[in-house]
């Protein structure tokens, strides 16, 4: 999914038209769980694991460095609707 998306945005750039992808979310799933899962050690508490309302969620870490410190995020999810709606 991720390689049609980069492929219609490469095309679009280069100003080629940008064709249609049919993917299917249940072959990508068969295929995902078919493979072999590894052996993972123990997981430590994730700092970046919070519980909101509607369940668990992990922060995938911003990507990159600041100074060679990787980035973090300021603060986990707020509740719904926590947020006034205003651009940033």
Do not use: K, N, Y
């Not at 072959?27 to 700092?47: G, K, W």
């Not at 668990?56 to 999810?77: M, N």
Request: glycine letters at 10%; hydrophobic letters at 40%.
């Amino acid at each position: 999914m991720a390689a049609a998306a980069l492929r219609g945005l490469a095309s679009r750039e280069r100003g080629e038209p940008v064709r249609a992808t049919q993917l299917s979310l249940a072959r990508t799933a068969a295929e995902l769980l078919a493979r072999p899962r590894r052996d993972e050690p123990a997981r430590r508490p994730d700092p970046d694991r919070f519980r909101v309302a509607f369940g668990d969620v992990s922060l995938i870490a911003p990507p990159g460095a600041l100074d060679g410190e990787p980035l973090r995020w300021a603060h986990g999810p707020r509740p719904l609707g926590g947020d006034s709606a205003r651009w940033a």
